[in-house]
């Protein structure tokens, strides 16, 4: 059974502005596992992307938990790769089943996270 669902839409390059004003900016959003990630990226424009990306699945997964972030914080929700490169959570305080998608075009990122009981 479904118990919520979460979208959400964000600007690549309003993350970027954010990055540029404060760099720990990056910090607040990517858990120490993502920060690898994002650090072993040499473009700017890969590392805002993923940045954006983090940003919008973990914002979509608050809103699918019906909490909105502030209650869960976004080092409380982890956004890694499977082998295959696709999303998953790797981490949150949701004990069911996650399923998460992350989609990139031109200066948009969406994230969709659908949250399912256990079973």
């Known amino acids: 059974m479904i118990l919520g669902h979460g979208i959400d839409l964000q600007e690549i390059s309003a993350i970027e502005k954010?990055?540029?004003?404060?760099?720990r900016f990056a910090l607040k959003v990517l858990?120490?596992?993502e920060l690898a990630v994002f650090n072993h990226y040499s473009a700017m424009k890969r590392k805002m992307s993923?940045?954006?990306?983090?940003?919008?699945?973990k914002e979509a997964f608050s809103k699918a938990l019906g909490t909105g972030i502030g209650t869960v914080g976004f080092q409380d929700?982890?956004?890694?790769?499977?082998?295959?490169g696709a999303p998953i959570i790797t981490?949150?305080?949701f004990e069911g089943r996650v399923h998460i998608s992350?989609?990139?075009?031109g200066d948009f990122v969406q994230a969709s996270v659908i949250l399912e009981e256990k079973s």
């Not at 993923?50 to 699945?57: E, P, Q, S």
């Not at 929700?77 to 295959?84: A, G, Q, R, W, Y």
């Open 102 to 105: 992350i989609s990139h075009s």
């Open 50 to 57: 993923y940045l954006a990306g983090r940003w919008a699945a």
């Open 31 to 33: 858990t120490p596992k």
């Open 18 to 23: 954010a990055y540029r004003r404060n760099q």
């Open 77 to 84: 929700i982890e956004v890694l790769t499977n082998d295959k």
């Open 91 to 93: 981490k949150s305080p």
